[in-house]
């Protein structure tokens, strides 16, 4: 089972519902996922490109304020740091991110 395969479990599990605070640092994880991932236009403003070269750089970083921040949102997620980095990279080289997104704005989007 991949990384977003467990999140989307826990996140539209009804017995997670225990879990409210897990479950918003999975949400910041993947919206953090949408920024990083979010399609380049042509007439996108510049604070949208700041945005997703944030988002990139927090999945990336390993030393500094943006790489604790990092740890401490995996760990309140319950998803070891290592893992969502390495799985972050394989989405952001993947050619599968229209898919991606979809299935993480389904998983947000949940009620």
Do not use: H
């Not at 007439?43 to 944030?54: C, F, G, I, V």
């Amino acid at each position: 089972m991949d990384l977003l395969e467990e999140i989307e479990q826990v996140v539209l599990s009804r017995s997670q519902q225990s879990q409210p605070e897990r479950i918003l640092f999975l949400s910041v994880v993947l919206q953090a996922l949408l920024d990083a991932t979010k399609p380049e236009t042509l007439t996108e403003p510049e604070d949208e490109k700041q945005a997703r070269r944030s988002a990139q750089a927090w999945f990336a970083a390993s030393v500094g304020v943006t790489a604790v921040d990092f740890d401490e949102v995996c760990d309140l997620a319950g998803v070891s740091s290592l893992r969502l980095r390495t799985f972050a990279y394989k989405i952001l080289q993947s050619k599968e991110i229209p898919f991606v997104r979809k299935r993480i704005n389904t998983v947000l989007s949940f009620k």
